[in-house]
């Protein structure tokens, strides 16, 4: 069991940037995949990012070139930088973790995979 913890999120004008981070409780963070999701209201939870355990990564399209994973396993963190941020990035933001497997990356892109959550983060994007 991973226990995590988001912060970083806040109201941010459109073009600005904000920086996530996803702390984690527990000895085998390291061997987990942290994805990064996002909700709107009246929205599925949709995906974001996912870095793997041994540090690949994964973007959905409409973050790529924006957004950038990262993690420090010596911390227990995992940070999503976002910069030129849109209206459209508006959601909650939470971060999952899941025992990687060494399945397929689009396997950890699916958020119905994760068994470890946040409480989530909002990040407002004002035009």
């Known amino acids: 069991q991973v226990q995590l913890l988001e912060s970083g999120g806040g109201l941010v004008q459109a073009g600005g940037s904000l920086r996530l981070s996803c702390a984690a409780s527990?000895?085998?963070?390291?061997?987990?995949?942290v994805g990064w999701f996002r909700q709107a209201p009246g929205m599925e939870r949709e995906f974001v990012v996912v870095i793997r355990s041994g540090g690949a990564t994964y973007y959905a399209d409409s973050v790529k070139g924006r957004f950038t994973i990262s993690r420090d396993n010596a911390k227990n963190t995992v940070y999503l930088q976002m910069n030129s941020l849109k209206p459209e990035d508006t959601a909650v933001y939470y971060c999952?973790?899941?025992?990687?497997?060494?399945?397929?990356?689009?396997?950890?892109?699916?958020?119905?995979?994760?068994?470890?959550w946040g409480q989530g983060t909002q990040v407002t994007v004002s035009s």
């Open positions: 527990g000895r085998t963070f390291s061997s987990h995949a």
């Open positions: 999952g973790a899941e025992a990687d497997y060494l399945w397929g990356t689009a396997y950890y892109a699916n958020w119905k995979r994760y068994s470890n």
